[in-house]
């Protein structure tokens, strides 16, 4: 059993894992540990259950949207230079196989 230490809301926790679990889960407190921020942040000095509270709320949340099929803005801009990249290429390829010269 691997031992990892997260630091989530200014406090340490101790918890137990799967050995080669270790990065996964620290992952995941780094996560928790930024939405326990933006909790304090929109609740001020709340106290600590409520924060995590607030936190656990607004990584549900995200993770409903998700599951919902809710856009990712960052996937779906990707997705467009994608496409947009492919245009070009296509359109180059076309030139080239006319006799074009590419610039």
Do not use: F, W
């Amino acid at each position: 059993m691997a031992q990892v230490t997260l630091k989530v809301g200014g406090r340490r926790y101790e918890l137990a894992c799967r050995d080669g679990e270790e990065p996964h889960l620290e992952l995941l407190g780094t996560m928790v540990d930024a939405k326990a921020h933006q909790a304090a942040r929109a609740l001020g000095n709340a106290n600590e259950p409520r924060q995590l509270l607030l936190a656990a709320l607004l990584l549900a949340d995200e993770l409903s949207e998700l599951r919902a099929g809710a856009p990712d803005p960052e996937r779906d801009s990707t997705a467009r230079a994608l496409q947009t990249l492919a245009q070009r290429i296509e359109a180059l390829a076309e030139r080239l196989e006319n006799g074009g010269v590419a610039s």
